[in-house]
């Protein structure tokens, strides 16, 4: 018994310790500096078959967006998920907010804001070009000032936009726009100069400033991609330290991600393209993540071509595999982070989305989830107490042959495991049901923390988000007290519950025989319970139904098997399991037994 509570005591301790680091040391990327948010600026042609990378002549101080959407002509878009507008000047995806995501749980709060033109803060846009072998041949730059076919781009009506370079080049670009939040952007050059000209397609995306980030260990936020089948994921510390992270592929895809949202550049897939992760700083920071394909030449009289993607949205888990599927981006469903574990991450997301379609409620949909995992696990657990309640039973003999071979740990190991398999005990089994709950915790909490669709998600009552922690604090009487305590005294409603649910269930557990493991597990509840306060709130509401439920079905096998019940499994009224022959117990005045030893009869005598 005394190696099962240690078992229990290390999964509980290792849990601890994994959610109390998140907790304690977040990681957080630090906010930007002004500097930082004050970004720069335009981008030139370059001297190179190369992708331009040089994007900025220095800093430049940032207006308000609406400002800044004003200075230059536009091209609304109108699509059926997305607002924003396309920046003529430099031909730039520069402006897109998401219909369907607000910033708060209010529904009148201002719509998600994904891109953002240069001269506002903190500039995120992409944009396309070809890259001249010869660098004397003008091509599209930053100031081009491109004339379109139409005002207004939906999922629709692509719109087409036009420069000539007055030397015999005609570039165009027509963009178009799905239903959701792909954009396709081809590009065309026609050669009317009499001679062949080589160009290189490019296509990138830029962030001015390092973003604040989560922070959390288990969800990456940052530059990364899929290269040859291979995903590849950056900090932004990565890419400033080493300045430049270079593949070549056939296939995949690039960008930058953050929790919910997503910018990913999709080269055509059957092209081999060269790409890069780039930090610059001269004065302000700055991230791109661009791709390049094979210089390609067009004759006089002919047109070359070349197709791309971009994804600027919310990486919605049925969306982005169909993307995957129907546009054949590799990997592209490797976008979200189900990590190492996504064998049971994914699968949890799908049944709880499936659920959620019947009820309506995430969080009813955890609930019924969970009670369908304890149903599947009742044998498990059933066989799991039987064998805890024999173990209870065998403790004076533990404890005798501890005594007995207190000098000799080797043969005090040997006569235990020949007690147990005498008996037909197996000393792990009561530890089987919270090996079980480990993976099961830890999938979910990713589900709750990489999935949008948990974003937002309403429970009842006071919760009103099931990925951001309980609202409520104890500290000011739940809203009773005008004050607002600081973030490590945010105790809500929730986390308590959950504590005292924990407590109930430690009650019903023997006690353990060690006075310091038995304190230990007396803080448990209270450990949790502070830790789990800055937790998705779901997660919080699965552990505390999850203890009720373990409640309800130790409290019913005890009492099937008759096992009395008062703060542990203090007696149980099935038969004692059989002893050795030679053995025998030692009994008190009113007939029960000692639990402190047992007596020999000496060979060879009678009665």
């Known amino acids: 018994m005394t190696d099962q509570k ?42 190179s078959p190369q992708a331009p990378t040089a994007i900025g002549s220095g800093p430049v101080a940032p207006v308000e967006r609406s400002q800044a959407l004003a200075q230059t002509q ?8 997305m607002h924003g507008s396309i920046n003529l000047t430099g031909g730039r995806l520069d402006d897109v907010t998401l219909r369907d995501y607000r910033e708060t749980v209010d529904p009148n709060s201002p719509e998600i804001v994904l891109l953002t033109p240069r001269t506002a803060a903190s ?67 026609v050669n009317n100069t009499g001679k062949p000209v080589e160009l290189a397609p490019y296509g990138r995306v830029l962030r001015f400033g390092t973003p604040v980030t989560q922070g959390y260990y288990v969800l990456h936020e940052g530059p990364y991609g899929v290269f040859n089948g291979t995903l590849d994921e950056k900090t932004y510390k990565d890419i400033q330290d080493d300045k430049a992270v270079r593949h070549t592929t056939t296939g995949g895809w690039l960008g930058f991600t953050d929790k919910y949202w997503l910018v990913a550049l999709v080269p055509d897939q059957a092209a081999k393209v060269d790409t890069q992760f780039l930090h610059q700083s001269d004065g302000e920071g700055r991230y791109l993540a661009t791709y390049q394909g094979e210089a390609q030449t067009v004759a006089p009289g002919q047109t070359l071509e070349s197709t791309g993607r971009l994804f600027a949205g919310a990486k919605e888990v049925d969306l982005i595999s169909s993307y995957a599927d129907t546009l054949g981006i590799t990997k592209f469903d490797f976008a979200i982070d189900f990590g190492w574990f996504w064998f049971l991450t994914k699968p949890f997301f799908k049944i709880l989305a499936w659920i959620h379609s019947v009820v309506g409620n995430f969080g009813l949909s955890i609930m019924i989830f969970t009670l369908a995992l304890k149903l599947l696990f009742y044998p498990l ?61 830890f999938a979910l909490y990713k589900v709750l923390l990489v999935t949008i669709e948990m974003r937002h998600a ?23 007290i005008p004050w607002t305590p600081p973030s490590m005294l945010m105790i809500g409603a929730a986390p308590i519950i959950m504590g005292f649910t924990m407590f109930l269930q430690q009650k019903l557990n023997p006690a353990p025989a060690d006075p310091v493991q038995a304190k230990v597990f007396m803080l448990l509840p209270v450990v949790f319970t502070f830790m789990l306060a800055h937790f998705p709130v779901g997660l919080v509401v699965y552990w505390a139904w999850n203890n009720t439920l373990t409640i309800l079905q130790q409290w019913s096998i005890m009492k099937r098997m008759h096992v009395k019940i008062s703060g542990g499994l203090e007696e149980s009224a099935e038969p004692a399991p059989s002893l050795p022959p030679s053995v025998t117990r030692k009994k008190n005045g009113d007939g029960t037994p000692k639990t402190g030893g047992a007596t020999r009869k000496p060979a060879g005598r009678k009665g």
């Open 6 to 47: 240690n078992l229990i005591l290390a999964i509980a301790l290792s849990l601890a310790i994994l959610l109390g680091f998140q907790f304690l040391f977040p990681g957080s990327t630090p906010a930007p500096t002004p500097e930082q948010q004050q970004q720069t600026a335009t981008t030139t042609s370059t001297a």
């Open 74 to 81: 536009r091209v609304k878009i109108d699509a059926p998920r």
């Open 458 to 480: 309403p429970f009842f009552g006071w919760i009103h988000d099931l990925s951001a922690p309980d609202p409520t604090t104890v500290f000011n009487l739940f809203g009773l």
């Open 381 to 441: 657990a059933d066989k799991s107490y039987r064998s805890m309640a024999k173990m209870k039973a065998l403790q004076p003999e533990m404890v005798k042959l501890r005594e007995r071979f207190a000098d000799d740990k080797a043969k005090q190991q040997q006569e235990l495991m020949a007690l147990y398999k005498r008996e037909k005990v197996n000393p792990a089994a009561g530890c089987l049901p919270i090996v079980i709950q480990i993976p099961v915790f």
């Open 123 to 189: 500039p995120y846009y992409a944009d396309y070009g070809w890259a001249p072998s010869d660098p004397s041949i003008p091509v599209p730059g930053t100031d081009t000032v491109w004339t379109a076919d139409r005002e207004t781009l939906t999922a629709d009506a692509p719109v087409v936009l036009s420069w000539d370079n007055g030397q015999g080049l005609v570039f165009q670009r027509a963009i178009s726009v799905d239903a959701n939040y792909m954009f396709t952007v081809v590009q065309r050059v």
